[in-house]
Every structure is written in C-alpha cells, then in structure tokens.
C-alpha cells in the first residue's frame, strides 16, 4: 500500500501530501475549483506525476460531491440539460483521452492550454469581454479540450470556469454548476483511469487518505467565500487561473 509505504519510510513527505490536499480544499471552497491542479503540482514534486494524477481521484470525486449536494434534485437534472453539450464532450474526451495516457505528452497539453488561459484571464483582467453561446461551437471546443486534459493531467477545473465565466453566472450558482461538472467529470476521469491501471490498489491508499483534509479545507473554504462580495470573488477566481495558466505553462516549457 502506498500510504503505508510513506507512513513508514517518508512520514515527512507524507504529512506535506496531506498538508498540501487541505490546502487545495480550501482553495476550492473559494473559488469552487483548482482541487486537482494543486494536487497534481504539488504531489508530483514529491512522487512519479501517474502516482500524483490517481492520488487526486478521490479527493476530487468526493469533494465535488458535497459541492454539488448543495442543490436539489431538480436543479442537479436541469444544470445536465443546461449544460449538455459541454458536459458531453468533456465526458467524451476525458475517457479517450485516459485511454492513451502514454501516448500523449501530457506536458505539450498543459502548455498548450495553459496559453489559451493566460490569454484569456489576462485579456479578461485588462477589461475584455468574451461571450460564449451556451450550445456553440465554442462550446464544443471547449469541452472537447477540457475533455483532453482532465483525462491526461487530471486538471479541467480552469477551463471550465473560464466558460462559466463567459457566461456570466452568479458566484453561487457557478460553484454549484461546477459542482456538478466536475462530480460527473471525476466519475468518467476514475473508470478512465481504473481501466488503464493507473489507479490500482496500490495507489488507492494515498488517494483515500488525502480525503478527510481536503473535506477540512473545503469547509473552511466556502465559509471565507460567503463573506466575500462578487466582485472580490470574480478578481481572486482570475487570479486563480492565471496562477494555473502560468503554472502550466511552466510545467510545459521549463
């Protein structure tokens, strides 16, 4: 068992693991994403980067669950159809995608779309406005690169709220329409993963214990994200993005 593998021979290394999934829940109580990408940069400094991407999978199934639990029945069912065709293609993609992990350089993704967030998340800073149509081609797009680098690199977060954000929802309603995306994403990127071996018994361990503390963090999070305005909402949720952009970008090239 991998946790035990730590526990035993890098108690250190595995108490900054935890450490660093409590500090992604409460990011992602904020802003309602990023979970992935924390853990992902942050554990693959410390273990080979398809131990990091499994580690990831259950903290991020679980979290997004309670993110999405927020909502009743009938909103869940409505933001599907709301949302159809980027929930589609991201659901797609992300399970091909998975399917040839070691085919792809999971590098030249992340750099690529880390460039097209930088772009938009600064453009966006300097005042542009960009307008999706929720069922566009765009959309398609957009889902269908989503779809990529979630199952490559575990990381969909960003993209999808750049979208939401084109949209122009409520602080609210966007970390619930997340919510939901990314529960159904997580689902896909776990039986993804569970058919190419990459999350096994062996990883499972590490992945189950990053859990608890990324509950923590999330709680914590969402109670600093109901005392901020909107408008301080948006600025830090552009922040975040072009953190992961620049991050990306860095992991790409450098």
Same mark, same amino acid.
């Given at each position: 068992?991998?946790?035990?593998?730590?526990?035993?021979?890098?108690?250190?290394? /595995?108490?900054?693991?935890?450490?660093?999934?409590?500090?992604?829940?409460?990011?992602?109580?904020?802003?309602?994403f990023a979970l992935p990408m924390i853990l992902i940069t942050g554990l693959s400094i410390f273990i080979?980067?398809?131990?990091?991407?499994?580690?990831?999978?259950?903290?991020? =199934? =679980? &979290?997004?669950?309670?993110?999405?639990?927020?909502?009743?029945?009938?909103?869940?069912?409505? &933001?599907?159809?709301?949302?159809?065709?980027?929930?589609?293609?991201?659901?797609?993609?992300?399970? /091909?995608?998975?399917?040839?992990?070691?085919?792809?350089?999971?590098?030249?993704?992340?750099?690529?779309?880390?460039?097209?967030?930088?772009?938009?998340?600064?453009?966006?800073? /300097?005042?542009?406005?960009?307008?999706?149509?929720?069922?566009?081609?765009?959309?398609?797009?957009?889902?269908?690169?989503?779809?990529?680098?979630?199952?490559?690199?575990?990381?969909?977060?960003?993209?999808?709220?750049?979208?939401?954000?084109? /949209?122009?929802?409520?602080?609210?309603?966007?970390?619930?329409?997340?919510?939901?995306?990314?529960?159904?994403?997580?689902?896909?990127?776990?039986?993804?993963?569970?058919?190419?071996?990459?999350?096994?018994?062996?990883?499972?361990?590490?992945?189950?214990?990053?859990?608890?503390?990324?509950?923590l963090g999330l709680f914590i999070g969402s109670i600093i994200r109901n005392k901020i305005k909107q408008?301080?909402?948006?600025?830090?949720?552009?922040?975040?993005?072009?953190?992961?952009?620049?991050?990306?970008?860095?992991?790409?090239?450098?």
């Open positions: 068992m991998m946790f035990i593998h730590l526990l035993l021979n890098e108690p250190v290394i /595995l108490l900054i693991i935890i450490l660093i999934g409590f500090m992604a829940g409460v990011i992602k109580g904020i802003v309602g080979p980067i398809e131990q990091a991407l499994a580690s990831l999978i259950l903290p991020t =199934i =679980i &979290t997004n669950f309670i993110q999405s639990f927020t909502i009743s029945k009938a909103t869940f069912f409505s &933001t599907i159809v709301n949302y159809k065709t980027f929930l589609f293609f991201s659901s797609i993609f992300l399970i /091909l995608s998975s399917q040839f992990y070691s085919i792809f350089s999971a590098e030249l993704i992340m750099g690529f779309v880390g460039i097209i967030l930088f772009a938009y998340t600064f453009s966006q800073i /300097l005042g542009f406005e960009f307008k999706f149509k929720n069922n566009g081609l765009l959309t398609v797009i957009t889902g269908s690169i989503n779809g990529v680098l979630g199952g490559i690199a575990g990381i969909w977060g960003p993209l999808t709220v750049s979208y939401l954000m084109s /949209l122009k929802i409520e602080k609210n309603e966007q970390i619930k329409v997340q919510g939901i995306m990314y529960s159904l994403g997580s689902i896909f990127l776990l039986l993804g993963h569970l058919y190419s071996g990459i999350f096994n018994k062996y990883t499972f361990s590490l992945s189950l214990s990053l859990v608890p503390l990324c509950i408008t301080t909402f948006k600025t830090f949720t552009l922040v975040m993005i072009l953190l992961a952009s620049i991050n990306l970008i860095r992991k790409a090239f450098l």
